[in-house]
Nanobody, 112 residues
């Protein structure tokens, strides 16, 4: 089970930090954050692999940072310089080969 938290309402230019904690551990897994705005598909925001390498969507590169703490079974998404277009439900995902687990999502709303 994945539990995401940290969403909320913030003004443009502000910051939020999302957390996602796994009850079954994350050490061997790739961990990702995705987001889905109303009427749109769910898109990748950032991923951190089990070896620590990261990939970001172009739209968040330089503003968001994904990190992981394997001892705490938690992955984080630090979001800075937030824009109204970052408004979405953010989901975390744990994956390894064909083993995929999604969290419940946390709402992020950025006001202009």
């Amino acid at each position: 089970q994945l539990r995401a938290s940290g969403g909320g309402l913030v003004q443009a230019g502000g910051s939020l930090r999302l957390s996602c904690t796994a009850s079954g551990g994350i050490f061997r897994f790739n961990m990702g954050w995705y987001r889905q705005a109303p009427g749109k598909q769910r898109d990748l925001v950032a991923v951190i692999r089990s070896d620590g390498t990261t990939t970001y969507a172009d739209s968040v590169e330089g503003r968001f940072t994904i990190s992981r703490d394997n001892a705490k079974n938690t992955v984080y998404l630090q979001m800075n310089s937030l824009k109204p277009e970052d408004t979405a439900v953010y989901y975390c995902k744990r994956s390894l080969w064909n083993s995929i687990l999604w969290g419940q999502g946390t709402q992020v709303t950025v006001s202009s």
